[in-house]
Nanobody
Framework: QVQLVESGGGSVQSGGSLTLSCVIS????????MGWFRQAPGKERGTFAE?????????????NYADSVKGRFTISQDDAKNTLYLQMNNLKPEDTAVYYC?????????????????WGQGTQVTVAS
């Protein structure tokens, strides 16, 4: 059974930084693409359609970012630790959301929630102005 566990969320001031981590276990496929999504306050938690794609990385290491986070967020992975990271710099109040890690057995990546089969439970990020 594939499990994803996020950590690293918290509260920061505008302009601050956070690093999210996502540990994946139980994956036995050969190709893995992963992504970070977020669900803003007021959006129904758990509804896939309300989750915004933030950043993704395919099985070859090619990355993809939402325009709203380009230049501020960096997605990376440590294969040895089975861990996905999201380094978030220059955080803004509009980045406040529950952040989810997602995974899919695929060589390519589509940064849409419908593409991913496996999800973590989410971690809260709050940015104060």
């Amino acid at each position: 059974q594939v499990q994803l566990v996020e950590s690293g969320g918290g509260s920061v001031q505008s302009g601050g930084s956070l690093t999210l981590s996502c540990v994946i276990s139980g994956f036995t496929g050969r190709e893995l693409s992963m992504g970070w999504f977020r669900q803003a306050p007021g959006k129904e938690r758990g509804t896939f359609a309300e989750r915004e794609g933030v950043a993704g990385i395919d099985s070859k290491g090619t990355t993809n970012y939402a325009d709203s986070v380009k230049g501020r967020f960096t997605i990376s992975q440590d294969d040895a630790k089975n861990t996905l990271y999201l380094q978030m710099n220059n955080l803004k109040p509009e980045d406040t959301a529950v952040y989810y890690c997602a995974a899919e057995s695929s060589t390519y990546l589509l940064l849409t929630p419908e593409f991913f089969s496996y999800w973590g439970q989410g971690t809260q990020v709050t940015v104060a102005s």
